[in-house]
């Protein structure tokens, strides 16, 4: 599963923040997910429980900001907001997107102590 690795690497950042700022528990984890990423919040939320397992994040809470796609239109010179990749253009109806935003999962905060 996709959302399996994702959730791996989350942990992985959650682990390194942890050796560097000294803390040790995790309460709330802000993760933002791109609405053009691949990764569906339900199997992201299914994928924290299994990996976050035996890790400082155990008990922590997941919050999912979904974040809005981007992409540059060519053909109207300009960004436009997307909610679906390979969607044309909402302004001309050109297909020729760029995506230039909302297709990547980042952490934006830790709760910690
Ligand atoms: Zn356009």
Known sequence: MHEMSLMENVRQIIE?????????????????????SCAEPEAMRFCF???M?????????????RTPGSGWCANCSRTVTISALYEPCPACGNHAINITGGDAMRVRELEVE
């Not at 397992?53 to 900001?65: M, N």
């Open 16 to 36: 390194d923040a942890a050796a560097e700022q000294q803390f040790s528990r995790v309460k709330t984890i802000w993760l933002e997910l791109g609405e053009l």
């Open 49 to 51: 429980d299994v990996v």
């Open 53 to 65: 397992q035996h890790s400082i994040a155990q008990q922590a809470r997941l919050e999912i900001v």
